[in-house]
């Protein structure tokens, strides 16, 4: 271990759109380097509750039990849980396809799900094309077996 005297980051930019990378950004998709556009420090102070914005639109997720109920404000983080095959994966993919055309950005992370379900989440990159799904999602996965500072990064990646 050597001190390089900078803190811990991540790399940002429009070049993640459409890959998929693990908690520090490298791209673990297998299609080659990302051009990173900048470097954003993983912890950061919080904006105060002044200098926060309000969230007024809402972001409809195409779900009408969750449109109606329990709308999502654009720009929220949301978290999906539940007891396994409940359809946490599907509620997802369907409220990011529901984004198409929009000008939203969709992160999708995966915290210990096995890699076989992520791959079927719209890992075909003609799917992606077709749905235009490479235009404004980046996706983040991260395996079961990956280490606990890695499944720690994630909660700030999204931030």
């Known amino acids: 271990v050597v001190r390089t005297g900078k803190r811990a980051g991540i790399p940002v930019g429009d070049g993640f759109k459409g890959r998929i990378v693990d908690a520090l950004g490298a791209p673990i998709d297998g299609a080659g380097p990302i051009k990173e556009e900048g470097y954003r420090p993983i912890e950061q ?63 999708y992370v995966a915290i210990g799900q096995k890699a076989s379900t992520i791959a079927k989440a719209g890992r075909n990159p003609e799917e992606e094309r077709c749905h235009g799904l490479h235009h404004y999602r980046i996706r983040n996965r991260q395996r079961s077996c990956t280490s606990t500072v890695h499944r720690t990064l994630f909660r700030y990646r999204t931030g």
């Open 45 to 107: 102070p919080a904006p105060s509750i002044v200098d926060r914005q309000s969230v007024g639109v809402p972001m409809e997720t195409g779900i009408l039990a969750i449109d109606s109920m329990f709308p999502i404000g654009r720009g929220q983080r949301e978290l999906i849980i539940g007891d396994r095959q409940t359809g946490k994966t599907s509620i997802a993919i369907d409220a990011i396809l529901n984004q198409k055309g929009k000008d939203v950005v969709c992160i």
